[in-house]
């Protein structure tokens, strides 16, 4: 998911967001341990994707903690 999509969501649905990601990466993992996973860029994904959505949070809370002062 691009920025931009994830900056319009709301903080909630940007924590929902993230527990999908981690949940996915760890299914990812879990497959690759077994040998069952084909496609092993799907994992670099989940793993970014998750730091997006980290990145975007803070932002959003920095921007709210710099409105408040």
Same mark, same amino acid.
């Given at each position: 998911?691009?920025?931009?999509?994830?900056?319009?969501?709301?903080?909630?649905?940007?924590?929902?967001?993230?527990?999908?990601?981690?949940?996915?990466?760890?299914?990812? /993992?879990?497959?690759?341990?077994?040998? &069952?996973?084909?496609?092993? +860029? $799907?994992?670099?994904? *989940?793993?970014?994707?998750?730091? /997006?959505?980290?990145?975007?949070?803070? &932002?959003?809370?920095?921007? +709210? $903690?710099?409105?408040? *002062?």
């Amino acid at each position: 998911m691009k920025a931009n999509e994830l900056r319009d969501k709301t903080p909630d649905q940007l924590r929902e967001e993230l527990v999908n990601l981690k949940k996915e990466s760890f299914n990812l /993992r879990f497959q690759q341990a077994t040998g &069952q996973l084909e496609n092993t +860029a $799907a994992i670099r994904n *989940a793993r970014r994707g998750a730091a /997006r959505v980290k990145t975007i949070l803070n &932002q959003k809370a920095a921007d +709210a $903690a710099k409105s408040e *002062a």
